[in-house]
């Protein structure tokens, strides 16, 4: 939902600082950087963000998510579905759990 | 009550910052410990792939773990096993940028990798990026989980 939303603030309360964020095109995202992104007003959000074969494994306090992520965005005029899988990485702090790493990489394009 | 001298309240914010700065010290001695235990796990990594010592990846892997690939698909510790009794041969492997972040018993490693696999008795060039996730099980370093992801040549 944060996603779709561009909502910046759910991401600055649950994301730790030093936080990293590989991504499919090779490069990898700081936290400052993900930010800067989602409150960039020029830029389109995707308009439907689906996560699916979800699996959720606890090591006592750290956790670990892997899913498949399908994305419908609007890109040059076109809509354009993307799917890629994705590993998060994740550490309870203060009784919260907080995101440490994140990293995505490409399955398909559909234009 | 005893009244403290100006020389004894000294001493005593003198120790009590000493002992603050030692505080501060150990703990953040096991933090670079951490970091030092991963990165030799990164480095015996490397020579297990290269000398195809499947051994190391049995006893250094939790059983769930998981591998994002590049090709967008997910792996298992066994297929991974698998796969590296079977590789591609792999020329020019070297890895950079290695950062390693440690939140208690869990760790992020972060790296870049440039390799070339022999195609048809050609190489083909690759750079990926990596994010490794550890967790420490038993009082040792355990990987839980790898994702990488291909860099794209620029336009």
Same mark, same amino acid.
């Given at each position: 939902?944060? #996603?779709?939303?561009?909502?910046?603030?759910?991401?600055?309360?649950?994301? *730790? %600082?030093?936080?990293?964020?590989? #991504?499919?095109?090779?490069?990898?995202?700081?936290?400052?950087?993900?930010?800067?992104?989602?409150?960039? #007003?020029?830029?389109?959000? &995707?308009?439907? *963000?689906?996560?699916?074969?979800?699996?959720?494994?606890?090591?006592?306090?750290?956790? *670990?998510?892997?899913?498949?992520?399908?994305? %419908?965005?609007?890109? %040059?005029?076109?809509?354009?579905?993307?799917?890629?899988?994705?590993?998060?990485?994740? *550490?309870?702090?203060?009784?919260?759990?907080?995101?440490?790493?994140?990293?995505?990489?490409?399955?398909?394009?559909? &234009? | 009550?005893?009244?403290?001298?100006?020389?004894?309240?000294?001493?005593?914010?003198?120790?009590?910052?000493?002992?603050?700065?030692?505080?501060?010290?150990?703990?953040?001695?096991?933090?670079?410990?951490?970091?030092?235990? /991963?990165?030799?796990?990164?480095?015996?990594?490397?020579?297990?792939?290269?000398?195809?010592?499947?051994?190391?990846?049995?006893?250094?892997?939790?059983?769930?773990?998981?591998?994002?690939?590049?090709?967008?698909?997910?792996?298992?510790?066994?297929?991974? /096993?698998?796969?590296?009794?079977?590789?591609?041969?792999?020329?020019?492997?070297?890895?950079?940028?290695?950062?390693?972040?440690?939140?208690?018993?869990?760790?992020?490693?972060?790296?870049?990798?440039?390799?070339?696999?022999?195609?048809?008795?050609?190489?083909?060039?690759?750079?990926?990026?990596?994010?490794?996730?550890?967790?420490?099980?038993?009082?040792?370093? /355990?990987?839980?989980?790898?994702?990488?992801?291909?860099?794209?040549?620029?336009?």
């Amino acid at each position: 939902m944060a #996603s779709l939303s561009h909502d910046a603030d759910f991401y600055s309360q649950n994301l *730790v %600082d030093d936080w990293s964020g590989g #991504s499919s095109d090779g490069s990898f995202q700081t936290k400052s950087m993900l930010l800067r992104e989602l409150r960039d #007003s020029t830029k389109r959000g &995707p308009t439907m *963000v689906c996560h699916s074969h979800m699996t959720l494994r606890f090591f006592d306090l750290t956790a *670990v998510v892997t899913y498949i992520r399908t994305t %419908d965005s609007h890109r %040059d005029g076109n809509c354009v579905q993307t799917t890629a899988i994705e590993t998060d990485t994740f *550490v309870k702090t203060n009784g919260h759990w907080l995101q440490i790493a994140s990293h995505t990489s490409s399955a398909s394009r559909r &234009p | 009550m005893k009244t403290l001298t100006r020389f004894q309240w000294s001493s005593t914010a003198a120790l009590i910052a000493v002992l603050a700065i030692a505080t501060m010290a150990w703990r953040h001695a096991p933090a670079e410990e951490d970091r030092a235990a /991963i990165l030799q796990w990164e480095r015996d990594a490397a020579a297990a792939k290269h000398a195809g010592d499947v051994a190391f990846f049995e006893k250094n892997l939790m059983d769930d773990w998981t591998g994002g690939l590049s090709s967008g698909a997910f792996e298992t510790k066994q297929s991974l /096993i698998a796969s590296l009794r079977h590789a591609d041969a792999i020329e020019k492997d070297s890895v950079s940028s290695v950062a390693v972040r440690v939140y208690g018993d869990a760790a992020i490693a972060t790296y870049s990798r440039s390799y070339e696999v022999v195609v048809d008795g050609g190489l083909l060039p690759n750079e990926s990026i990596t994010t490794e996730s550890f967790v420490r099980w038993d009082g040792r370093w /355990i990987q839980v989980a790898a994702h990488s992801s291909i860099v794209k040549p620029t336009p």
